[in-house]
Nanobody, 122 residues
Framework: QVQLVESGGGLVQAGGSLRLSCAYS????????MGWFRQAPGKERELVAD????????YYADSVKGRFAIFRDNTKNTMYLQMNNLKPEDTAIYYC???????????????WGQGTQVTVSS
């Protein structure tokens, strides 16, 4: 059984930084991709970034390119999202998720964490 637990959210001023962590267990080596999604009030859940098992392949939404970095440490069973130069429009609940290789839409990801709130004040 896959378990994902996020941490690291909080309140930060615009221009500040936060690092989110996702501790995972129950994932089988190689077959899956892991991602960070976010959902703001009244908006659909969107993929922010994803990463394959080895960490060699990553994807970023245009809105976060150059500001966010996704990486993982498989020795610690943890994935991270480093968020720099945060903007008020980054305010959302951030979710960690895992799914089969090739997953891109929320419906493709079968396992989800509980979410962590990120609030960026102007």
């Amino acid at each position: 059984q896959v378990q994902l637990v996020e941490s690291g959210g909080g309140l930060v001023q615009a221009g500040g930084s936060l690092r989110l962590s996702c501790a995972y267990s129950g994932l089988t080596f190689g077959w899956y991709v892991m991602g960070w999604f976010r959902q703001a009030p009244g908006k659909e859940r969107e993929l922010v970034a994803d990463i394959n098992w080895s960490g060699g392949t990553t994807y970023y939404a245009d809105s976060v390119k150059g500001r966010f970095a996704i990486f993982r440490d498989n020795t610690k069973n943890t994935m991270y999202l480093q968020m720099n130069n945060l903007k008020p429009e980054d305010t959302a609940i951030y979710y960690c998720a895992s799914g089969p290789r090739g997953s891109t839409a929320p419906k493709d990801f079968g396992s989800w964490g509980q979410g962590t709130q990120v609030t960026v004040s102007s």
